[in-house]
């Protein structure tokens, strides 16, 4: 009897877009499609030597339509696939007036 | 702020607002040339709405903010506004619609937000121009008109 093989690991190929720039700064990294989103915005901030992301929030504009996304979710389970293009900023502030 | 350091300031900011980034967003910039930026927020099936950030002094004071139609004409039409952030009553000092929202001078110069000092937010990267201009994009993204 053939021992099973393990699930082959899918990925996903990931840009982060800041006004500090973008990471990677050209093309795309190709990651774990059960990677935590948090990773590539931990090793984004780093690169691109961003010092506050105090309310900052993760964003996504595809075929689905604009959404925020859950950071400490994966790619997977925020339903994301192929080539993931996030936007990272600040989340909008104010209203009230 | 000497105009002098004040252009310098927003040119080093206006800097980071690349091709590259204004194409992934659908940002299409008129301006991006001291004192103003004149930017249009596009995304499919979405009516595009142009904002212009009148930033004289900066950054002593936040951008005074226009609201318009894609034509350059005043916005009169009621956006869909989930997050208040478009405030579609006329400001007292201006008499136009307007962004209430920290980092906007008609926000600052509101009568219910004169304590809040746009002092208190001006060094923060989330009230940089880039940082005003995305928070304004989310808040637009999460309209549906």
Redesign the interface.
Known sequence: MTPEKPPKEQFVEVSV?T????YPAEGTDRVPIHQKISVILHQAKNKLT????????V?V?DANG?RELDPQSSYLDSGLSGTV?I?W????????? | MHPAASQALFENEAA??TP??AQ???WVFHNLAWPVIDCLFT?PRRTTLRLQLHCDDWNDQPPSIGLLNADCSNLTRNLVNP???F?M?AHPATGRS???????RE?HT?P??VTDHWAGYKD?????L??I????W??W??GND
């Open positions: 877009s006004t500090a720039g973008f961003i010092s506050d992301v105090t309310n900052w929030v964003s504009n604009y293009e936007d900023g600040p989340r909008e502030g104010g209203g009230g007036c | 980071k607002l590259a980034l992934r967003r659908g995304a997050t208040n952030v405030n009553s307007f962004v209430c929202m920290a980092g906007s926000y509101h219910s937000h923060r990267a989330s009230h940089d880039g940082g201009l995305t928070q304004l989310h808040a993204m999460k």
